[in-house]
Each structure stands twice: as C-alpha cells, then as structure tokens.
C-alpha cells in the first residue's frame, strides 16, 4: 500500500470506514509480488517498476477497460500455492485495516485463484476463508467474504463458484458478485444461478453501468435482484432508472479512481457521484482493485472532497451508508450502526 499521508487529510486518515467493494486479486501489494515473482520463478520481470507496467495501470495506459481486464491475465499467474493465496489474503486485510477500515468486504475469484485448474475452488475458498479469519482477529477487523464469478467466463465455472459460496455462507462468505467485461458478454446468463444464491441467503451484487449504459443497471435491478450495484455510474443517462433505484434504496458501490483509469469518466473531477446523490440515490465510496489503481480507500475520500466538493463532514454518510448496506443480518448492522455513530461523531 502506497503512503498517501502527506496528501490525505489527518481526519480523512483517521475516519473509521467500511470498504464494500474491494477484489482479493487487485489487491496484491507490488512488493509481495516482486517477491512471488523471485521465489516461483514467474516469467515476468523481478524488476519492480517493469512489474508494475503489467500488473496495474499506469501513466501512458490508455484508459479502457479492456486493457485494465488485460493485467488480471499477468494476475493470475501469482496464485502458485496455497501459501501465497493465504499471504496476499492476509496482507489484503491487513492494508485495509491499516487504512481504518473496521468492516471489510473483500471479494475473490476462485477461478481467478484457481488458475483456471491448477487448484480445486473449493481448496483455494478455503484458503481465503481461513486466511481472512485469521487476519480478521489479528488486525481488529471484520471481514465478510464476497464470491464473485466474471461474466466472460463459463457458466459452468459460475455454477461451481456460486455452490461453493452457498455451502460457505455460515462460514465467513456473505455475498455473490458478478464481475468482468461488460461491454462484450451480457448477464442475462447468469440469471438463475444468481436466483438460486439469494434465495439461499447471499446478498448479491452485480457490475452494471461501469462502461455500458443504464439498461444494464435496471437489468441488474430487475431482473437479476441485485442488492446492491458496483459503479452503476452510467445511471444518469435515464432518469427512470434512477427513480427505480431510488424507489428501491439501492447502494452504488462507487470507486473514483476506477471509473477514471478505466476510462468511465474523463477525468477524476467529471465523476458524477454528486449528481447521483443530488438524484437521491444511496452511494458509498469504495477502493475496487486498491493496488492496481494505485489508491485506498482514504484517497478515495480525499478524491471527493479534492475533486468533487463534498465536505468533510459528509465523508461520514458513506461510512453510515455502507454500513447499512453490508450484507449482514439486520440484528449485526444495527450494532454496527451504533458503534460507528459513537466512533464518527466522538468528538
Ligand atoms: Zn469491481
């Protein structure tokens, strides 16, 4: 995790936050994987700067999503034992918590971890699970485990990973995502799958509207029940979406840093997160892929009081927010909830 301090407000630094949206695998630290790279004899480079230019996007990168989808390519090839998915398991909750996060949804592929075979997902789930917990009690933090399945990727896989996640629910896995390349492979697919997981308890969230347009956001809301949408930042195009989502308090996952390096919004100050909270809709800020996009989550707070013009103070009514959104039983949220009022307004 890069020191951002000297650019960060302390009270940003400092704010307790929960983080909703944040992927296992984009969230590798660089030096874990020159390591990796060194000791697995990866065939990439073991020189950091000429790792990075694969693994994250970077000055020069043109920004579209898919050269970002491109750097989970190299991604993949780091998951080469169970003990390197534990350590970056680890290390992910342990930069989270360094950044005052004190709820974490921290989501993972278990194709992506499984390196398309080379490991059961069912193994590299319980590895993850495992390693959160562990990571959970030695930092201070609570986790919940989100599975997700890309939609570029076979049904069958996503039949699998949803199974596992459903046989995990009362054992640290709280949530299925739909992930990857929107532009090219609908979601329509994967609908009953995703039916199956929330009527058996996960919570269920789904990309929509990051690089493609509104419909894919009342899609996800309608026809696939998402609880909550990751971005869903192309919303504003059709106001009777954004009334649908509104009618329905539905959370926006949203990650500035993101939206910007994969070409979304022209630049960091274009994001139009104020206008979906002028529409009414309920948004928290989240990280996405922290060590790809070269962020955390207290710059991306900074980001919308910098960029966007939002205070300080309604920093805190991500956090509150995000909180309610978790995908917790009501009981565990409404503890949450107060321990988090008492923590951000102790002064
Ligand atoms: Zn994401």
Redesign the pocket.
């Known amino acids: 995790m890069k020191d951002y301090s000297a650019i960060i407000d302390k009270r940003v630094l400092e704010l307790p936050k929960v983080d909703l949206?944040r992927?296992l695998e984009g969230s590798i630290r660089l030096e874990t994987m020159v390591e990796v790279v060194r000791e697995a004899s990866l065939p990439l480079p073991e020189d950091i700067e000429s790792l990075r230019r694969l693994v994250q996007v970077v000055d020069g990168d043109p920004k579209e999503p898919a050269l970002f989808l491109s750097k989970f390519t190299n991604i993949r090839l780091f998951f080469h034992s169970p003990e390197i998915i534990q350590r970056i398991t680890v290390e992910a909750v342990e930069d989270a918590a360094r950044d005052q996060v004190r709820y974490l949804e921290l989501r993972f592929t278990p194709a992506a971890l499984a390196q398309s075979g080379v490991f059961d997902m069912e193994d590299v789930t319980r590895w993850v699970i495992d390693a959160a917990a562990e990571a959970a009690s030695a930092h201070g933090i609570e986790v919940g485990l989100i599975v997700s399945v890309n939609r570029h990727e076979s049904l069958e896989i996503a039949e699998e990973a949803a199974r596992i996640a459903v046989d995990h629910i009362h054992n640290g896995i709280v949530g299925l995502d739909l992930?990857g390349d929107e532009v090219e492979f609908p979601a329509q697919p994967f609908q009953s799958i995703l039916a199956s997981a929330k009527q058996a308890g996960l919570g269920l969230t789904i990309?929509a509207g990051e690089w493609t347009g509104a419909e894919n956001v009342r899609h996800a809301i309608l026809e696939l029940g998402a609880d909550r949408i990751?971005h869903g930042i192309r919303i504003l195009d059709d106001p009777q979406v954004v009334s649908l989502a509104r009618a329905r308090g539905i959370p926006f996952e949203v990650s500035i840093d993101s939206n910007y390096l994969t070409g979304g919004i022209p630049s960091l100050s274009a994001h139009p997160l104020p206008q979906m909270i002028q529409a009414g809709l309920q948004t928290v800020l989240t990280t996405?892929?922290p060590s790809i996009f070269g962020t955390t989550l207290s710059l991306e707070y900074q980001h919308a009081v910098d960029h966007l013009g939002l205070s300080l103070e309604s920093l805190k009514g991500f956090v509150l927010t995000a909180v309610q959104a978790a995908f917790l039983d009501p009981l565990r949220i409404s503890q949450l909830e107060s321990e988090f009022v008492s923590l951000l307004w102790r002064s």
């Open positions: 949206h992927h992930a990309h990751g996405d892929d």
